[in-house]
């Protein structure tokens, strides 16, 4: 983040002899600072930190932490990374532990109302144990060698199994260059007596399916080549290891025979058949969420008319298939299906899409989830009405803000005791000249607004939304892509991924784009990367972990009470990332103790 100001009083203090600010560094050594898991250094901006790394942290959870290596003046040659194995008093270790150098790409244009100016952020996480040894590709993790001054921030992932014993567990960072002494920072890790669930119990879809893929790798999906299905494969797996359900597992999706059912047997090489693959998914990586792959022209060109029947009768198998293999409550259609309808056309399309869900009946009675992007309050009635034709409703963050806590409209509570339930997604930036006439302490660096997802945004933008579901009601989240970017970008060096195509060209830096997909003349080999922000969602699904333990356990005063603290509701929450760190370990401290 920009810090002039923060520089600018550390000049004054120097000319002064007040001292009391961390210098340029000038001296021939490396530092090495700790940083919060939401801050963020420009190349050469002075770090402000810590000597020491102080973690918390379930059973079963994920603990990130981060750290900078700053240059000495004469700068480094082969700086090096290790992370000692996290020890308790008995010799017990947690070895689960990812180091990842970040990689900066710069944002030339500003997305709109950005707070930022121009700047390079670190972004794309190279993965230490697998780019290290590779010497051929473009990018690798370590070592590297810095120019004097120069920062390279690392990102460390700590998974805490479920079987391991609560208490107090220590190691250290350890950092080394050539010629230069080596630099150890202590980590403390306390872990919790409390575990994590396997399935997170937040719905999630975004969007990643293998077309994209196979577009990005340049091969043709066809289920047979094992090397292609493969890597499919680990993208979704990926996904699935951050809480993340791909909008499509298309591996485990049945096509139509050739009579119009689902063949569930279809076997794709090298991964299996279809419900061998679904069972992989739902049982070995825990999806929260499975959706339907079934539209208005697939598989039959005329499901509301002359191919209704045989539509029909593809969902009702393709749903009671589903109900036994991840439970009926998983079960959905795809969020993209109907999107964001606003006329009236659309809307009557909603209604004949409803009516023909409803119509199919299911062994058991289970109900298929028609979900539509779409705010369950209408403010324009000449458009129709939605209500009874849609199951789950997924409005905007700003949708919710504005019809419950500006509108005060109860139509979100309605629909929730109807049964009905209630997601939420972002997408692009917020109009903040047309929301500050309703919330004039709206503040893009401060607060106050519906959460936006862009890389020059602050970081809680992507911490916050979770923290805040629950006084909606709110039990899903949605997000429009994960592997989108504009043509012509080069996305290893430039944060434009999404651009308008109006004449004004507007930039909207990392928005559709929380996956990097690298090869191997990236980094040796094909794989999916993770980018800084993806760390920083997983993390807020474990938050709604947390306070979803705690509303179980009849602990709604004491959340409520916790979570005012920094967040009221989306136009009411503070950019304070030190003391979100402070209220969610108070909510694992209050977990731990009942």
Not at 77 to 92: E, K, M, T, Y
Not at 351 to 376: A, N, Y
């Amino acid at each position: 983040m920009a810090r002039a100001l923060i520089r600018w009083c550390c000049v004054c203090l120097v000319l002064l002899g007040l001292g009391g600010c961390t210098p340029e560094p000038s001296g021939t050594g490396l530092q090495v600072k700790a940083i919060g898991v939401l801050d963020r250094f420009a190349p050469f901006e002075p770090v402000g930190g810590s000597a020491e790394i102080a973690l918390f942290a379930a059973r079963n959870e994920y603990e990130g932490f981060q750290f900078v290596i700053t240059a000495g003046g004469r700068g480094a040659a082969n700086v090096q990374v290790r992370i000692s194995p996290l020890r308790n008093a008995a010799g017990d270790s947690i070895a689960g532990i990812e180091v990842f150098r970040e990689r900066y790409v710069q944002v030339s244009k500003p997305s709109p109302h950005s707070p930022y100016p121009p700047q390079a952020w670190p972004d794309i996480l190279l993965p230490a144990g697998k780019t290290s040894a590779i010497t051929a590709a473009a990018y690798r993790a370590f070592p590297q060698n810095l120019v004097a001054g120069e920062n390279l921030p690392v990102w460390v992932d700590v998974h805490v199994p479920a079987v391991t014993k609560p208490g107090v567990y220590t190691g250290e960072v350890l950092v080394t260059a050539d010629g230069q002494a080596t630099v150890s920072l202590p980590i403390t890790l306390t872990v919790w007596t409390f575990t994590l669930p396997e399935r997170s119990p937040l719905r999630t879809v975004f969007g990643t399916n293998g077309f994209r893929v196979a577009e990005i790798y340049d091969f043709e999906r066809t289920g047979e080549s094992v090397q292609d299905n493969r890597l499919i494969r680990a993208y979704n797996d990926f996904m699935l290891d951050h809480y993340l359900t791909p909008e499509s597992l298309w591996d485990a999706s049945p096509e139509a025979d050739a009579t119009g059912k689902p063949h569930f047997q279809r076997t794709l090489a090298g991964l299996g058949t279809v419900t061998e693959n679904m069972r992989h998914y739902m049982q070995d990586k825990h999806a929260s969420a499975y959706t339907y792959v079934f539209a208005d022209s697939y598989p039959f060109a005329d499901p509301l008319g002359k191919d209704r029947k045989k539509a029909q009768q593809f969902i009702r198998e393709y749903a009671g298939w589903c109900a036994a293999n991840a439970g009926a409550e998983r079960c959905y259609t795809d969020p993209s299906f109907v999107d964001e309808p606003d006329t009236r056309e659309a809307y009557q399309a909603v209604q004949r899409w409803g009516t023909f869900f409803d119509e199919v009946r299911l062994p058991k009675g289970e109900k298929i989830h028609f979900q539509v992007s779409e705010p369950p309050l209408n403010e324009q009635p000449e458009l129709g009405n939605l209500a009874g034709a849609v199951d789950v409703w997924i409005p905007k963050f700003y949708d919710l803000w504005r019809d419950v806590d500006h509108l005060g409209k109860k139509v979100v509570e309605q629909r929730l005791a109807a049964g009905e339930e209630v997601w939420a997604y972002t997408a692009l930036v917020l109009d903040f000249a047309e929301y500050r006439k309703n919330n004039p302490r709206a503040d893009a660096l401060a607060g106050n607004y519906p959460p936006v997802w862009q890389l020059d945004f602050p970081a809680i933008n992507y911490r916050v939304p979770t923290w805040l579901f629950h006084r909606y009601g709110v039990t899903g989240l949605g997000y429009w892509d994960t592997l989108a970017w504009s043509a012509g970008t080069d996305i290893w060096h430039d944060a434009a991924s999404f651009i308008s195509d109006n004449p004004s060209s507007v930039v909207f830096n990392g928005d559709g784009l929380l996956v990097y997909p690298a090869k191997h003349a990236q980094i040796g080999f094909d794989a999916p990367l993770a980018s800084l922000r993806l760390k920083w969602i997983r993390a807020s699904v474990e938050d709604y972990m947390y306070i979803d333990l705690l509303l179980q356990a009849g602990e709604t005063d004491f959340v409520n009470q916790q979570l005012g603290r920094i967040a009221r509701h989306f136009g009411d929450w503070d950019n304070n990332p030190t003391l979100l760190m402070q209220v969610r370990q108070a909510l694992g401290e209050r977990l731990a103790s009942l």
